[in-house]
């Protein structure tokens, strides 16, 4: 199955920051600098082989090996406890994206968008390659229409690149006529997780600035029209 731009509201509950952002509560119990998961572990493979030994030793008192035995049985059941102490319950352990420490700020892949909207806002952007086509850039907002290619691109002028180069080398679909560059997602982990399978979206006509969206999806979005 294909995934899709605007199937990532669904996917990922409204565009919401993945839950691969969230950190996972941490098990604190450590012993000598490892786990107590580990470290009980580590013990019951002792005296297991222990029990195994004094069970097939000859001349071996009986009392030495039951209280082995019973050493063995102790500890299991502090291991089942400390596994069950360490996994939440109802999750299931998987893997996450690491939170970025304080609040990302994607300034200088957007043009400055991120923190200079008003100022940014409007301006012309001028691809260098694929017959040099002109693209306004409005920040905070989103595009409409469905998606007709998805990429990763490095910044908010490789996704409008991506738009051009669509437009120069295609010849048996429709236009590119804007762009959506959501750059957390430029983050591989944070766009696996969440379902969205690009951070540039490329979409078709008609596109106007008075069409444009205000982005509900957790996190930035920047759109750009091409210039007819």
């Given at each position: 199955m294909d995934f899709k731009y605007d199937d990532a509201p669904q996917l990922a509950e409204g565009h919401d920051l993945p839950e691969a952002y969230v950190h996972r509560k941490k098990t604190t119990g450590t012993v000598c600098g490892i786990s107590l998961v580990l470290f009980l572990s580590i013990i019951i493979g002792i005296l297991s082989a222990a029990v195994i030994g004094l069970?097939?030793?000859?001349?071996v008192a009986t009392k030495n090996y039951n209280d082995a035995k019973s050493q063995v049985k102790a500890l299991n059941?502090?291991?089942?406890?400390?596994?069950?102490?360490s996994t939440p319950t109802g999750t299931t352990p998987s893997a996450t994206a690491a939170l970025p420490s304080g609040t990302p700020n994607f300034s200088n892949i957007t043009n400055g968008c991120s923190t200079d909207a008003d100022d940014v806002t409007g301006n012309i952007y001028?691809?260098?390659?694929?017959?040099k086509p002109h693209f306004t850039m409005y920040c905070n907002k989103d595009t409409i229409n469905?998606?007709?290619?998805?990429v990763f691109a490095p910044d908010f002028n490789g996704c409008m690149d991506?738009?051009?180069?669509?437009?120069?080398?295609?010849?048996?679909k429709g236009d590119c006529v804007a762009v959506s560059f959501i750059p957390a997602w430029g983050n591989i982990a944070v766009a696996v997780a969440g379902g969205a399978?690009?951070?540039?979206?490329?979409?078709?006509?008609?596109?106007t600035k008075a069409n444009l969206s205000t982005p509900n999806i957790g996190t930035e979005c920047h759109a750009a029209i091409v210039l007819s």
């Open positions: 069970a097939a030793g000859t001349g059941a502090s291991l089942v406890a400390a596994q069950a102490e001028t691809s260098q390659f694929f017959g469905p998606t007709m290619l998805s991506a738009c051009a180069a669509w437009n120069y080398y295609n010849t048996t399978p690009g951070d540039c979206y490329l979409k078709p006509g008609p596109q």
